[in-house]
């Protein structure tokens, strides 16, 4: 495929295989994420499997006016119970995709981590956003906004694989990578520039392969050509990036509701170096965002195999 500019061409990946993706939601007694889940499999993207409190779901079902009763339905007695189920049933690989329905984000990782019948596969897990940006020139990835707080170098070596392998399953066979910073030049004052130097540098001696890695990078480099001229800064990867990988968190979650609330952008968003995808949204998110993380997460379990 060439170039993605929208979220929307994803679909176009996914038609290529006939096999709607089994996804389970987790406590299904979730108006937004049902919403979500219903469009998709009517889309024919997944075959859902609803995990939760029969009467609650079934009751927001009809309240939202959809039509469930073909989806198979298994009962729990609590959210944590029908997390737990959830991700035994993807353990077992009974179902392709995890979803998070209405339970909290701690009980839902703990099931994930659990050492049992979890889904990690002994590696960094990490937050996965792609954007739609209506003043960028294609799609473009930011991690981690998410999971990890304040991931050292050898985390973000991990982050960055996690992402560059969903981006390599997309079509993008050379991904650009800015590592972001305060600044474009290397200061021993700021740790975030000399994680990027030596990111970039490891890059160059093929320790972190597949991918195009650049940094330290201010985001207006990063992501303006222009920005990038203006400061004589010499880069493959400035004003074409294809993942900016954040310094930490509080950076990373500031500049993800920036371009949801200010920039007005689409956004699909998944946790990834699990087994399978997660689709593990934001309550803020929209409806639509949920939806395309459905999408997301379906292309992604179709062409990584494990995420």
């Known amino acids: 495929m060439d170039m993605l500019t929208e979220l929307a061409q994803l679909r176009e990946l996914l038609d290529r295989s006939h096999k709607p993706k089994k996804l389970v939601l987790a406590a299904s007694e979730d108006a937004h994420s049902l919403n979500a889940v219903f469009n998709a499999a009517s889309e024919e993207i997944i075959r859902p499997i609803l995990v939760g409190d029969r009467e609650k779901t079934f009751g927001m079902a009809e309240i939202l006016n959809l039509d469930i009763s073909k989806f198979e339905f298994v009962e729990a007695s609590s959210p944590v119970e029908a997390v737990s189920m959830s991700v035994k049933m993807v353990h077992d690989l009974k179902a392709d995709v995890l979803m998070k329905g209405k339970v909290g984000t701690s009980d839902m990782m703990r099931c994930v981590l659990n050492k049992d019948y979890g889904l990690r596969m002994g590696k960094l897990l990490s937050h996965f956003a792609y954007f739609e940006v209506e ?119 500031v500049l993800y509701k920036s371009m949801v609330f200010f920039a007005k952008a689409k956004v699909a968003s998944m946790i990834v170096g699990a087994s399978a995808p997660i689709v593990l949204t934001s309550r803020s998110d929209s409806e639509q965002a949920k939806f395309d993380s459905i999408l997301l997460a379906a292309v992604a379990a179709e062409y990584g195999g494990k995420s």
Request: overall charge negative; proline content about 3%; aromatic content about 2%.
């Open 135 to 253: 003043t960028y020139h294609k799609l473009i990835a930011v991690t981690d906004v998410a999971m990890n707080i304040a991931p050292n170098l050898s985390e973000k070596i991990a982050i960055l694989n996690n992402s560059v392998k969903i981006l390599n399953n997309l079509g993008i066979a050379k991904p650009k990578v800015a590592v972001l910073g305060a600044v474009e030049k290397v200061n021993t004052e700021m740790v975030a520039t000399l994680d990027a130097a030596l990111l970039s540098k490891m890059n160059q001696r093929d320790q972190i392969l597949n991918c195009i890695v650049d940094g330290p990078l201010a985001f207006d480099n990063a992501i303006s050509v222009e920005s990038a001229r203006h400061k004589e800064i010499k880069s493959d990867v400035a004003g074409d990036t294809d993942l900016l990988l954040m310094p930490d968190i509080e950076v990373g979650n």
